[in-house]
C-alpha cells in the first residue's frame, strides 16, 4: 500500500486548519486583502484538498447512519439529527473550500497556475454534488456574495449543472496547463506519488467518475452510456487510480491520524464508536459464510458475548413485537458486539469489549479471533485512509448502466464481477501484513466462492432483482463510505426490508431522510431560507426517483 502523503506538510497543514477553528475568522487576515503575489497558490490547493475530505467525511458520516451502515443514535428519525448536526459540512464547504477555491482561482489564472485551478475546480464540483445529494436546493450563485446576507436557493439541479461544468472545466485547465507548461502543485494528498504524467491523467479521470456518478443519479443515459464506452481510456479503473486520501502516523502536533483510529484506539479507555448491528449481521449472514471481508471491516475486543446486564442492557429484554423472526437483535454472537438500529440507550462500561474499527481502511487490527482491547499504536497505527471514489466503485457503477440503460445483464454480470473482484483485492492489499499473520486473511478460493453465491443468485433474478444484487454487494462493499451507499439506496432503491435491513426497535421511527434538515446556521441566519417539513424531508434532491416514498420508514 503506498502512502501518498508527505508527513511533514499533512501534518502542518492540519495543524494550522485546527489553528483557525481555535483563533476564529475574526482573528485572521483575510487573503482578499493581500496582493495576489502574497499569497501562496500551493498554499491554498493544499486547504481546499483537506477542506473537500471534510466535505466528504461528513457526508459518508450521515449517510452511513441513514443506511444502517454505522450506528444510529436516537429513539426515532428526528431525534437522530438536528439542524445543528450539519453545520459541519456546510461550514467545510461554504466557508472554507468555496472561499479558498475563489480566492485561488483569480490568482491562478494571473501567475499561471493552471494545474492548480484544475484541481481546485474539480474539488468544488464534487463537493457541489455531495451538498445536493444530501440537502437539495441550496444557495449558490448568491452564497459567496460578502455583501448579501440573505441568499436565495438555488434549485439543486441548476447546481448539478454547475457542478459538471466545473468538472469539465477543470479538466479543461489542466489539459491547457500541461500544454503551457504550469507548474506542478507541490503537495497533492491525492496522487501526489504517482509520476507527474499519471498524477495529471488520474485527476482528469476522477472529474470523469465524478460525472458518470451525477449521470447515473439523474438517469442521464446518453452521458453515463458515453462514458462507460470509453471507460478504459477515460474513468478510475485501476486501483492505483483511486481517488483516496490518505493518513499518516503522526500522533500529536496535530494528530493526523485516520479520526477514527484516533477515536477508538486509545489507552486503558477502549473504543468510543459502536458498529452496527444490521451491517454486520448482512456481513455475517448474507451468505453461507462469513464475509471476507468482516474481519478486515471490524476488530473484536472479546470474542465472546457478555452475559451482564450492565455491560451490554439489551441481553435482559426480547427483541420488539414488530422484528421479523430472522432480525438481527442485540447479540449476533462470537463476539460481534455492536448496536441496533436507532436507539437511545445509555452507555454502559463497555469501551474496551465492544467490536471497532478494523485495519480498513482506517488503519487498525486485523481482526484474528484473539480478542484484546484496542489500543494505541495497534495495528496500522492509524495510517488509513478515505475510501472516496475507488476503482471498483466504477465497475459496479458501470454493471448499474449495462443493465438499466444499456438492458445488457452479460455486460453488467461481467463488471459486477469486476467489482466484487476489486473489492476483495483493495481489502486484502491493504491488509495484506496483518492478515498475514493468520489463518484468516482473504484467499482465491474465498473469493471464487462468493462470486459464485452472487452468480446463483444472478441466475435465477429478474432484472428488477438483478439490480438489487449490484446494489446489494455494492453497499458490503462501499464500507465505510455512507454517502455513496445513501445515494445508491435513494436512487434504486436497495438494500431494503427484503435484504434484512434491521428495523429500528421502535414501531414508529417516523421519517427516514431522502434528503437531510438544511443546516442551523444556514437558517438561522438567512431570512430567505425556512427550515424543512417533515413533508419536505421525504422529497429527496431534485434527481430522486422515489420522492415522498415512505419505502425506508421503518
Known amino acids: ?122 474539488l468544488k464540483g464534487y463537493s457541489l454534488l455531495v451538498l445536493v445529494d444530501m440537502f437539495g436546493d441550496m444557495p449558490y450563485s448568491e452564497a459567496l456574495d460578502a455583501t448579501n446576507f440573505n441568499p436565495s436557493l438555488d434549485s439543486g439541479e441548476s447546481i448539478y449543472a454547475e457542478a459538471i461544468a466545473l468538472l469539465d472545466a477543470g479538466i479543461a485547465d489542466i489539459d491547457a496547463g500541461i500544454d503551457a507548461g504550469a507548474p506542478i502543485p507541490d503537495n497533492d494528498f491525492y496522487y501526489g506519488d504517482e509520476s507527474t504524467a499519471n498524477q495529471l491523467a488520474y485527476w482528469k479521470r476522477a472529474a470523469n467518475t465524478f460525472k458518470l456518478k451525477a449521470y447515473l443519479n439523474t438517469g442521464n443515459n446518453a452521458g453515463a452510456t458515453a462514458l462507460v464506452a470509453d471507460a478504459a481510456n477515460s474513468l478510475i479503473i485501476d486501483e492505483d487510480q483511486d481517488f483516496d486520501f490518505k493518513y499518516t502516523l503522526n500522533e500529536v502536533d496535530p ?85 441496533d438500529h436507532l436507539i437511545d440507550d445509555g452507555i454502559p462500561p463497555d469501551g474496551e469489549l465492544r467490536t471497532t474499527w478494523g485495519v480498513y481502511p482506517v488503519g487498525g487490527l486485523f481482526d484474528g479471533s484473539t480478542g484484546g482491547s484496542a489500543d494505541r499504536g495497534d495495528g496500522l497505527g492509524g495510517a488509513g485512509f478515505e475510501p472516496i471514489m475507488l476503482s ?120 427516514w431522510y431522502r434528503s437531510v434538515l438544511y443546516p442551523a446556521n444556514m437558517t438561522e441566519r438567512n431570512d430567505n431560507v425556512d427550515q424543512k417539513s417533515n413533508n419536505d424531508i421525504l422529497q429527496g434532491p431534485f434527481w430522486d426517483p422515489d420522492k415522498g416514498s415512505t419505502k425506508f420508514n421503518f
Open 1 to 122: 500500500m503506498k502512502f501518498r502523503n508527505s508527513l511533514f506538510v499533512l501534518a502542518s497543514l492540519l495543524l494550522f486548519t485546527v489553528q483557525c477553528e481555535i483563533i476564529g475568522d475574526d482573528k485572521l487576515e483575510s487573503p482578499n486583502s493581500l496582493p495576489p503575489s502574497a499569497v501562496d497558490p500551493d498554499f491554498l490547493l493544499n486547504q481546499i484538498q483537506i477542506e473537500a475530505r471534510s466535505v466528504y467525511r461528513a457526508a459518508a458520516s450521515i449517510g452511513g447512519e441513514m443506511t444502517r451502515m454505522t450506528y444510529m443514535f436516537g429513539d426515532t428519525y428526528a431525534n437522530a439529527f438536528s439542524p445543528n448536526s450539519f453545520n459541519g459540512i456546510y461550514g467545510n464547504a461554504y466557508n472554507d473550500q468555496f472561499k479558498d477555491t475563489d480566492n485561488l482561482l483569480p490568482i491562478a489564472e494571473e501567475r499561471g497556475f493552471t494545474i492548480h485551478a484544475g484541481m481546485a475546480k474539480i
Open 255 to 339: 494528530d493526523s491520524r485516520h479520526p477514527e483510529y484516533s477515536g477508538n484506539y486509545v489507552d486503558n479507555t477502549g473504543a468510543g464508536d459502536y458498529m452496527a448491528v444490521s451491517f454486520m449481521n448482512m456481513l455475517l449472514n448474507d451468505k453461507d459464510d462469513m464475509d471476507p471481508r468482516m474481519r478486515y471491516y471490524f476488530y473484536r475486543q472479546t470474542t465472546s458475548d457478555t452475559d451482564d446486564i450492565n455491560e451490554n442492557t439489551c441481553i435482559a429484554s426480547f427483541p420488539p413485537p414488530h422484528f421479523d423472526a430472522d432480525d438481527p437483535y442485540c447479540l449476533l454472537g462470537d463476539g460481534w458486539w455492536g448496536r
Open 392 to 511: 471498483f466503485y466504477t465497475q459496479f457503477m458501470i454493471a448499474e448502466v449495462e443493465l438499466t440503460m444499456n438492458n445488457d445483464p452479460v455486460a453488467a454480470k461481467t463488471a459486477l464481477d469486476a467489482a466484487m473482484q476489486g473489492s476483495f483485492d483493495k481489502v486484502a492489499d491493504f491488509g495484506e501484513d496483518l492478515a498475514d499473520a493468520t489463518p484468516f486473511a482473504i484467499t482465491a478460493d474465498d473469493v471464487t466462492d462468493y462470486i459464485a453465491a452472487v452468480t446463483t443468485r444472478w441466475d435465477a433474478a429478474n432484472n428488477s432483482n438483478k439490480l438489487r444484487q449490484i446494489i446489494r454487494e455494492y453497499y458490503f462493499a462501499v464500507f465505510p463510505n455512507g454517502y455513496e451507499a445513501y445515494n445508491a439506496m435513494r436512487r434504486t432503491g436497495f438494500p431494503d426490508r427484503d435484504d434484512n435491513l434491521q428495523p429500528a426497535r421502535s414501531p414508529n421511527p417516523g421519517n
